[in-house]
């Protein structure tokens, strides 16, 4: 089952795993977000306290509590975050680019770390099943249609 003690687990095999030279500075928290169409998880640091180190929040999309997601999506998931945090985005490190995204750093952190082939199946299966799970699982509310007000303008000659 994909509960919350599950998806710390798979933070700690991701680093574990791939981000082992990236020193964890402050308390980092993994939690499930809302359930989302386009976002698949985010970072972001968690409010400041008197006298401790501010906390990193990462995010995964709650769809992905469903065990029909494949597990390397969460993966794949969890290192894109954890990039962000190892090139100071959210973190207590030194930021290495302006942008998060900037000339690809992503991507080219994770191939670097050898998850090219998990990011490929994220973007293959994304590709193929995403929307008709998200449409299935998640579906648009039909908004109400309101009647269009006209004023009366008056014009004075």
Do not use: C
Request: glycine share 6%; net charge positive.
């Amino acid at each position: 089952m994909r509960d919350d003690a599950w998806l710390f687990l798979k933070l700690d095999e991701v680093w574990d795993g791939h981000f082992s030279d990236v020193p964890q500075l402050n308390d980092v928290k993994i939690v499930w977000g809302r359930k989302a169409r386009n976002r698949l998880g985010s970072i972001k640091q968690g409010e400041r306290r008197l006298g401790s180190p501010v906390e990193t929040i990462i995010t995964i999309n709650s769809l992905f509590k469903d065990e029909e997601i494949p597990e390397f999506i969460v993966t794949a998931t969890i290192a894109h975050e954890l990039a962000h945090y190892a090139h100071g985005f959210h973190s207590p490190l030194a930021k290495k680019y302006d942008h998060p995204h900037a000339g690809g750093a992503v991507n080219k952190e994770l191939a670097k770390r050898g998850l090219e082939e998990s990011m490929r199946e994220q973007k293959k299966w994304l590709k193929t099943y995403w929307k008709d799970y998200v449409n299935e699982h998640l579906p648009r509310k039909q908004g109400v249609k309101r009647k269009v007000r006209r004023k009366l303008i008056i014009k004075w000659i």
